[in-house]
């Protein structure tokens, strides 16, 4: 991950494109450096063609007076000049060896490792300057683009211009494919060429973009002889860098310096500043005791923050890595700053901004609902797909959809106060969202507001969970009472059987089910009070509300009640079934949707948080045919008169077509194999579309800890809940028992899992005597079994407490 040292200061060099000149002005920033009695460093982290033009050679060559403060280094050297990735394949071949490219993992992990020596070698300012190779998108050893490679370090950033014919444009387009990344450019330098003038152009371009920009006169031309040669260049870089002090590259060290000082003022002040201005989401303030309890994310990649604190850490940086163990509330699917969602996004923006979407359309929305609607989680059942802002608002739609649907075929026998009073069938410890008729579809409870008014009858539902090794369904009071049972909980022997739904269908568990879910609805409707329009469920788990995982099968009947039926037809039946699948859609537990596994499919359904890897918000509410035409007339009033500012904005569904296009590769890959494979030979006895990222013999362990009361696990999702008398949403059980995973530990036999290999911390949410672990769907399974271990370590540890 990314560094910052108060005495080091690292600059990393970029290209416009071969032959600009980088290693002639690092030579100038090196030697500028070194004149004012700093000890400089020089990495070269991959260098092809003779060693004798080695480009650390050269900067070693012209250091000048000052040489003794000067260290530099090649981490990997190619005598082949050609491109790094082809000059790494030909050295294979030359040896007779396959497969042994070094990864942009080793040379991302060698370049941190570097820095990180640099840092505990030098007490003193110093600094360093990382050159890379040829342009901004020439490859590294793996053929990996440079400014992808080496994102995961996010070095301050110094690009060589191109002074040549075109070199305008590609100046311009380097810069924009650093930003486009996430680089800080803190300079540009380039040659001044008489004839193309190029720097006259580029210099108020960037210093409009507040980015200083030198044009440095051009190295006088070869001379055959080599003794000629080194003086006149030796001449040449006296005249860069006199010793007075005072030149256009003394300016631009001056420049660098500043930029590293003010960003560690700017972050240091981050903290004081937020608490004076920022009123957080579930945030107790009263309980922000100092700044050092506000979390600084200086940056992000992969599954890591870069974490600032203004102490430096045994390895040296102000920043440590942190992994997101929350996937940045349930919104992560591919890792911070992809790539590929970015470029997605900014090509919407450019082709687009953003357009008015009543009666119109633009491919990004199009080509979204067809593949939603047609292959994705509306397969089969769906013919429709709204787009709103987020989650809690496309619950919103979803219930206008109901509402009028239940509203049109009943209607006549309702006035209008009936209609305002209309309830739903829901589940105890539900969550639909913050906005005002998302909570009313809840009981109230921690995130209900003044104007709550709860409009429904909310059933408690068994769950399943893990307890002591064994899969567990746990049956709430109404339930045992309705069995005759003295004890809650039942062994069901495996996961696979508790997921089977359609073999469940005939357990005397399941007539219990029945019998109880019909009664209650009997009661409800003989006893009058509130008419209920629709039943909205998250199916098997419920997030927000503890992460509560239901047992399908009650799911699955309480829908099949309610219809009359064991399945849908071509029009709803009863009363329209809404599934809230924000948290679970789109694979977040191991299924893109939940319908196959229960073997119903809802009338509308909502997508979020996954919908658009995280990047941006959007939601989809799905609706079958008999649900949209409940809204067709030849009055306009009669339409769903429901929309948003930013209804299918292009740049959201830009980005959600590249993620759900990378999905569909993911899940095809061997780690998701091979994490499937595990949980179907486990005692657990998962199958296909049962299984976790997490390991079943660490999630068994972990179960039989004695302050465990239970857990679960499905797909990414790991959630813990502690023995704690006091429990529900105020406890801090959780919180107090993982506090110590924070902190940036690595075991002396571990290899840190974080991009740089640096000791890391982990950031996690609990919800009360609840903590839940969440993973992107493409974390490295080293990653998580690092994860895995600094929890059981901590639960451990605490045993002794």
């Known amino acids: 991950m990314s560094t910052l040292f108060k005495h080091l200061r690292v600059h990393q060099i970029f290209g416009a494109n071969t032959d600009v000149g980088k290693t002639v002005l690092t030579s100038a920033l090196v030697r500028a450096s070194a004149s004012r009695n700093n000890k400089v460093f020089y990495l070269k982290p991959v260098s092809t063609g003779p060693p004798q033009d080695a480009d650390d050679r050269h900067i070693t060559r012209y250091a000048g007076s000052h040489k003794h403060l000067l260290h530099t280094d090649c981490l990997f050297r190619y005598e082949e000049p050609v491109s790094p990735h082809l000059a790494a394949q030909l050295a294979l071949e030359r040896n007779g060896v396959k497969g042994a490219i070094p990864s942009d993992r080793t040379l991302v992990d060698s370049i941190a490792n570097y820095i990180r020596r640099c840092s505990s070698s030098s007490p003193q300012a110093a600094h360093l300057f990382v050159e890379t190779a040829g342009g901004v998108h020439s490859p590294t050893l793996s053929g990996t683009s440079q400014l992808d490679c080496y994102r995961?370090?996010?070095?301050?950033?110094?690009?060589?211009?191109?002074?040549?014919?075109?070199?305008?444009?590609?100046?311009?387009?380097?810069?924009?494919?650093?930003?486009?990344?996430?680089?800080?450019?803190?300079?540009?330098?380039?040659?001044?060429?008489?004839?193309?003038?190029?720097?006259?152009?580029?210099?108020?371009?960037?210093?409009?973009?507040?980015?200083?920009?030198?044009?440095?006169?051009?190295?006088?031309?070869?001379?055959?002889?080599?003794?000629?040669?080194?003086?006149?260049?030796?001449?040449?870089?006296?005249?860069?860098?006199?010793?007075?002090?005072?030149?256009?590259?003394?300016?631009?060290?001056?420049?660098?310096?500043?930029?590293?000082?003010?960003?560690?003022?700017?972050?240091?002040?981050?903290?004081?500043?937020?608490?004076?201005?920022?009123?957080?989401?579930?945030?107790?303030?009263?309980?922000?005791?100092?700044?050092?309890d506000v979390t600084v994310i200086d940056s992000a990649a992969s599954d890591f923050f870069s974490i600032y604190s203004s102490h430096e850490t045994t390895q040296g940086s102000l920043l440590t890595p942190q992994f997101d163990g929350s996937a940045s509330w349930w919104t992560q699917a591919l890792g911070h700053a992809h790539p590929e969602l970015t470029l997605a996004a900014a090509g919407a923006a450019g082709r687009y901004g953003h357009v008015m979407f009543p009666q119109a359309t633009h491919l990004p929305a199009l080509k979204l609902a067809e593949r939603l609607v047609h292959d994705g989680p509306g397969k089969g059942w769906a013919t429709r797909a709204f787009f709103s802002d987020d989650g809690s608002t496309a619950m919103e739609v979803a219930l206008k959809m109901a509402l009028r649907a239940y509203t049109i075929r009943y209607g006549k026998r309702l006035d209008a106060q009936a209609k305002k009073n209309l309830g739903i069938i829901g589940l105890k410890g539900s969550y639909h969202g913050d906005t005002i008729g998302s909570m009313d579809a809840c009981e109230e409870g921690v995130y209900t507001c003044e104007w709550h008014n709860a409009k429904g009858y909310w059933f408690e539902p068994p769950t399943i969970s893990i307890q002591q090794g064994k899969i567990i369904v746990s049956l709430p009071p109404a339930l045992m009472a309705t069995m005759g049972s003295t004890t809650s909980d039942i062994d069901v022997g495996s996961l696979s059987w508790a997921y089977d739904v359609p073999i469940r269908l005939d357990t005397p568990l399941a007539e219990v089910y029945r019998e109880y879910i019909a009664r209650t609805l009997q009661n409800l409707k003989v006893n009058g009070g509130l008419e209920l329009a629709a039943v909205v469920l998250e199916p098997l788990v419920m997030g927000a509300g503890g992460m509560i995982f239901v047992d399908p099968l009650f799911q699955r009947i309480l829908v099949d009640v309610v219809r009359g039926s064991s399945g849908s037809s071509n029009s709803w039946t009863g009363l329209p079934i809404i599934f809230d699948e924000v948290f679970v859609g789109l694979y977040r537990i191991g299924m893109e949707s939940t319908g196959p596994l229960l073997g119903v499919y809802p009338d509308i359904s909502v997508n979020a948080k996954i919908l658009t890897g995280g990047l941006v918000p959007m939601a989809i509410t799905l609706a079958s045919d008999s649900i949209f035409k409940a809204f067709m007339s030849n009055n306009k009033t009669d339409a769903l008169l429901h929309g948003h500012s930013y209804t299918a904005h292009p740049i959201g569904c830009a980005v959600a077509n590249k993620t759900l296009d990378i999905i569909e590769k993911l899940v095809e890959t061997q780690h998701w194999t091979d994490a499937q494979e595990k949980w179907v030979k486990t005692s657990c006895g998962g199958r296909n579309n049962v299984w976790s990222f997490w390991d079943p013999d660490f999630v068994n362990t972990l179960s039989r800890m004695p302050k465990v009361d239970e857990l679960m696990t499905l797909g990414t999702v790991l959630a813990i809940k502690f023995k704690d008398e006091q429990g529900g949403y105020g406890s801090h059980s959780a919180q107090t028992l993982l506090q110590s995973i924070k902190g940036s530990v690595l075991d002396e036999q571990s290899v840190s899992p974080a991009p740089g290999g640096a000791p890391f911390g982990i950031n996690y949410r609990t919800l009360g005597n609840v903590a839940y672990f969440m993973t992107s769907l493409n974390t490295p399974s080293a990653t998580i079994r690092s994860v895995e271990d600094r929890i059981w370590n901590a639960l451990d540890k605490s045993l002794a407490s």
């Open 152 to 292: 995961p370090l996010l070095l301050p950033t110094i690009l060589i211009g191109d002074a040549k014919l075109g070199g305008i444009s590609s100046t311009i387009s380097s810069y924009e494919s650093l930003l486009l990344r996430g680089y800080s450019i803190d300079a540009v330098l380039l040659f001044r060429d008489v004839y193309y003038r190029n720097w006259e152009y580029l210099k108020p371009y960037f210093e409009e973009r507040g980015i200083h920009l030198a044009a440095i006169d051009y190295p006088p031309p070869r001379i055959a002889d080599l003794e000629e040669d080194l003086v006149s260049t030796e001449q040449y870089y006296q005249t860069l860098v006199p010793q007075n002090g005072r030149s256009d590259i003394y300016e631009v060290i001056d420049c660098l310096d500043a930029c590293h000082t003010r960003r560690i003022q700017e972050l240091d002040s981050l903290p004081r500043r937020t608490l004076d201005t920022v009123w957080w989401p579930f945030v107790q303030h009263g309980l922000v005791k100092s700044e050092k």
